[in-house]
């Protein structure tokens, strides 16, 4: 099992709401990463860091935002919800660089703007 | 620029046979390739990984994938399914040159009958 967490693991909530998606991770990742996932579609990278106070954005366009402020941790904020940002979003990091480590993943946050 | 095509959404076979899920990808640079699972409800999970080591590739569970660089493939097979095997997999490519940008193919969700 991984040590990468994600909560909430679901919320439901209105439109216009303020939410914030919390990733930790408990092993020491520089980088970290928030990926957008579809049924059906592949996944998107809309966030990314590759250590505290560097944040980047992803491939994907994002009206979220994140914050680097500590080594484990990789919030990911939303101002004001709306249906479209319906998704499952997930957080992973990664010791080294991608091309020959692993991605970590957390178990998601699934995300429900009414 | 690469892609990654995952040839089948779903793959259905029955406890005890073989598994075939196949992969092709495209790449300006040589790439490293990547198999992910994600069972209901969690996180992406490595399976194994090609980087431009030996061909064939072994991984977690029996799964092993062969790049065959003819073919620009990395198909995932398993001798034997199980029952536990029922999952999303998914296919990954990373050029190992350029931007290394991480390209996710949609998915192939797994059904084993018993």
């Known amino acids: 099992e991984a040590d990468i967490y994600q909560t909430p693991r679901y919320l439901v909530i209105g439109t216009g709401k303020k939410i914030t998606l919390e990733c930790s991770q408990t092993m020491g990742h520089d980088k970290m990463y928030w990926y957008q996932q579809d049924p059906g579609m592949e996944l998107h990278l809309i966030h990314y860091s590759y250590g505290v106070n560097s944040t980047e954005k992803g491939d994907l366009s994002s009206e979220s935002t994140v914050s680097r402020i500590r080594t484990e941790h990789f919030p990911l904020t939303l101002e004001s919800a709306r249906p479209s940002h319906t998704s499952q979003y997930l957080c992973a990091s990664s010791e080294i660089g991608v091309v020959d480590g692993e991605l970590f993943f957390g178990e998601g946050s699934r995300l429900t703007v009414l | 620029a690469q892609s990654v095509t995952q040839l089948d959404s779903h793959v259905s076979v029955s406890e005890g046979t073989p598994v075939l899920l196949r992969c092709n990808y495209s790449?300006?640079?040589?790439?490293?390739l990547f198999w992910y699972v994600q069972h209901p409800n969690k996180g992406l999970q490595l399976l194994l990984k090609?980087?431009?080591?030996?061909?064939l590739v072994k991984g977690i569970n029996g799964f092993e994938a062969e790049f065959k660089k003819s073919e620009t493939s990395f198909h995932l097979t398993k001798p034997s399914a199980h029952m536990s095997d029922a999952a999303e997999y998914f296919c990954?490519?990373?050029?190992?040159?350029?931007?290394?940008?991480?390209?996710f193919g949609t998915g192939t969700k797994l059904q084993v009958i018993p």
């Open positions: 790449s300006s640079y040589s790439p490293s």
């Open positions: 090609y980087t431009s080591a030996a061909t």
């Open positions: 990954v490519v990373i050029p190992t040159g350029g931007y290394q940008k991480v390209t």
